[in-house]
């Protein structure tokens, strides 16, 4: 991280401290667990654990700084190595902005209700056989996350690429003044945070902030999305997916154990046996492109391994023959019907389906339940368990409200051998504690 002094930090964030000791941090830190020396620590209140009761540790463990809520106290000791702020998370986001202005490689910003960060992935393992990329840790997407990776630059980088997530009015806007990104794209729009957003429309509205930077150059949109018409003729502005029409048309020529696929008139092979992964690889596609990439190179990209967990992930347990198909992270209806979609065309002498919530589908949430209820019919799995409120609206064989309540109950023999077992849910439904066991039963 580029050094920074203690003063430039109490201007970037609007703080207070008229005793204020001259010094520089290397590291910015919210978690005294892994806090290193010479860092600043940042006093965030969370659901489970306030920041603040942990400054005196911070300091103690070689902190040089800490900002804090205003009329905060610990001892006259610290009290020349604290900042005092309105809010420490706004904080973290006005830092996070300034040192952004360290840096003028290209920043790359993409959002979207499902594949952000697999299209994140494609993107960074294609710029990588070229150039030295800086990218989001896992999915640090939010108000506290997407500083944290901010944090990460350095001068060695020669591209960034951000993740962006939202679950309220205003997010993308914010995050994108943050990162200011010269590359803006949203994957798709669908059904998911609706507690907020209400309906479709209001999370288009809220995605499409991501085209507000005052740096833009390139957007991508999903063009078979008929919200997205108003961008065809904007300058900058350009669609991708299925449809004849869009700027970048997408043919899937083959699917076998790798899709192959061509982007105009470019022809790509890719090593996934999911469908979806094809259009979450396109804007990658085109980014690689826009930076001057030979297909050669794309094409070398696009063959790295991902680097994701519980995203459609194939795991095994050998001892029972079971093939388990993990898709945990989280869940909306969109995710869950592709999910189905691929589960459906496998073939298994047993099919087994352990689904859970689709969370924050706010007044809908039952509808959207029912709707995958319907779809499973179609399927015909020979057993469906289901765990959590909303997911009895799946109308399964076996209901469980909570995780813990299923593992009680299963047993080495629960599944026949040879099962195709699909777990699918929200991530705080916590399937991966099913994956853990069903891999060691």
Request: net charge positive; hydrophobic share 40%; proline share 3%.
């Given at each position: ?168 009015f205003g997010e993308v806007r914010r995050l994108t003044d943050i990162v200011q990104p010269e590359i803006s794209i949203i994957t798709c729009i669908s059904d998911a945070h609706l507690m907020n957003f209400k309906n479709i429309e209001g999370i288009f509205k809220e ?235």
């Amino acid at each position: 991280m580029h050094p920074l002094n203690s003063f430039e930090i109490l201007s970037a964030v609007s703080g207070n401290n008229s005793h204020l000791a001259d010094m520089v941090v290397h590291n910015v830190s919210i978690d005294t667990r892994t806090i290193k020396p010479n860092s600043i620590f940042f006093a965030i209140k969370g659901e489970n654990f306030d920041g603040h009761c942990f400054v005196k540790h911070a300091l103690s463990k070689g902190a040089n700084l800490a900002i804090v809520k205003q009329n905060f106290y610990i001892n006259d000791l610290f009290n020349d190595r604290l900042i005092f702020v309105k809010d420490t998370i706004t904080a973290l986001g006005e830092l996070a902005q300034y040192y952004r202005k360290f840096f003028s490689m290209p920043f790359i910003a993409i959002t979207g209700s499902v594949g952000k960060t697999t299209a994140k992935e494609y993107i960074y393992n294609i710029l990588q056989t070229r150039f030295h990329c800086h990218k989001t840790k896992g999915n640090y997407n939010n108000f506290i996350g997407l500083p944290l990776s901010i944090f990460d630059l350095e001068q060695k980088h020669q591209v960034s690429i951000i993740e962006i997530g939202t679950n309220n009015f205003g997010e993308v806007r914010r995050l994108t003044d943050i990162v200011q990104p010269e590359i803006s794209i949203i994957t798709c729009i669908s059904d998911a945070h609706l507690m907020n957003f209400k309906n479709i429309e209001g999370i288009f509205k809220e995605k499409i902030d991501i085209y507000k930077s005052k740096n833009l150059k390139l957007a991508l949109y999903p063009g078979d999305n008929k919200l997205f018409n108003e961008f065809h003729t904007k300058p900058h502005f350009f669609s991708f997916g299925f449809g004849k029409d869009n700027d970048y048309n997408i043919s899937i020529i083959r699917e076998n154990s790798k899709f192959i696929f061509s982007v105009n008139n470019d022809v790509f092979a890719l090593p996934t046996i999911v469908k979806h992964d094809v259009i979450n690889s396109v804007p990658a596609i085109i980014i690689g492109k826009y930076f001057g990439l030979t297909n050669q190179e794309i094409q070398q990209g696009l063959n790295r391994k991902l680097d994701l967990s519980l995203r459609m992930e194939i795991r095994e347990n050998k001892r029972h023959k079971w093939k388990i198909i993990a898709d945990c992270y989280n869940a909306n209806p969109l995710s869950m019907n592709s999910a189905l979609d691929f589960f459906q065309k496998q073939k298994a002498e047993s099919k087994i389906l352990i689904l859970g919530d689709m969370l924050e589908l706010g007044q809908r949430s039952k509808f959207f339940h029912q709707q995958i209820a319907n779809k499973i019919k179609e399927i015909l799995p020979s057993i469906t368990i289901t765990i959590g409120n909303d997911a009895k609206y799946y109308d399964g064989d076996d209901h469980f409200t909570k995780v813990e309540e299923f593992l009680k109950v299963l047993h080495p023999n629960y599944f026949p051998e040879n099962s195709l077992i699909l777990l699918k849910g929200s991530h705080s439904i916590h399937l991966e504690k099913v994956l853990e066991r069903l891999e060691m039963l």
